[in-house]
T-cell receptor
């Protein structure tokens, strides 16, 4: 089985620009979540998608948005980038409905905003 | 609101010895799950072990065991026979089950950097 793959691995953007990060879920998984991990911190939940709809959101402004596609791949879009958006962005997939089922994480996209 | 506390920013252990990484949590939900993840410098979060709030026995996975003390709200990770490859960041995380059963977000602690010395 394939794991979770994210692209690109590294990205440098200018403040005010927009960015799209991509994630391919593990085969058989039906939910995808995105996390932001600032340097020296634990990951923070951004949002989760299930059946192509957002079904949970953390404390992030609306300029953070996402999509989930029928093949369970996903995108994270960030508009009007700010310097504080510089972080590692992790995608995780899982199976909703199985309480003890874990999350499979990708290796992340490291975003630098200058 | 959920909270995870990892009080050890860094830990050192000699190769082949055991080490305990501390984690305490706070939640009002009677049903929850506790996870430990390893994050090497490559960035990927690697699942190590899971403990459900209703599980009667402590979880074990190979060299990893979870010392679950529900009354004290602690879920410490024990790594036996440490190896050089165990050097990494370790995160404790909690998943809460909402009433709808569909939001399984993870709340992470700040992590512990483990260094295994030869």
């Amino acid at each position: 089985e394939t794991g979770v793959t994210q692209s690109p691995t590294h990205l440098i953007k200018t403040r005010g620009q927009q960015v799209t990060l991509r994630c391919s879920s593990q085969s058989g998984h039906n939910t995808v979540s995105w996390y932001q991990q600032a340097l020296g911190q634990g990951p923070q939940f951004i949002f989760q998608y299930y059946r192509e709809e957002e079904n949970g959101r953390g404390n992030f402004p609306p300029r953070f948005s996402g999509l989930q596609f029928p093949n369970y791949s996903s995108e994270l879009n960030v508009n009007a980038l700010e310097l504080d958006d510089s972080a590692l962005y992790l995608c995780a997939s899982s199976l909703v409905g199985i309480p003890n089922y874990g999350y499979t994480f990708g290796s992340g996209t490291r975003l630098t905003v200058v | 609101a959920q909270k995870i506390t990892q009080t050890q920013p860094g830990m050192f252990v000699q190769e082949k010895e055991a080490v305990t990484l501390d984690c305490t949590y706070d939640t009002s939900d009677p049903s929850y799950g506790l996870f430990w993840y390893k994050q090497p410098s490559s960035g990927e979060m690697i699942f190590l072990i899971y403990q459900g709030s209703y599980d009667q026995q402590n979880a074990t996975e190979g060299r990893y065991s979870l010392n679950f003390q529900k009354a004290r709200k602690s879920a410490n990770l024990v790594i036996s026979a440490s190896q050089l490859g165990d050097s990494a960041m370790y995160f404790c995380a909690m998943r809460e089950h909402n009433s709808g059963g569909s939001n399984y977000k993870l709340t992470f602690g700040k992590g512990t950097l483990l260094t295994v010395n030869p």
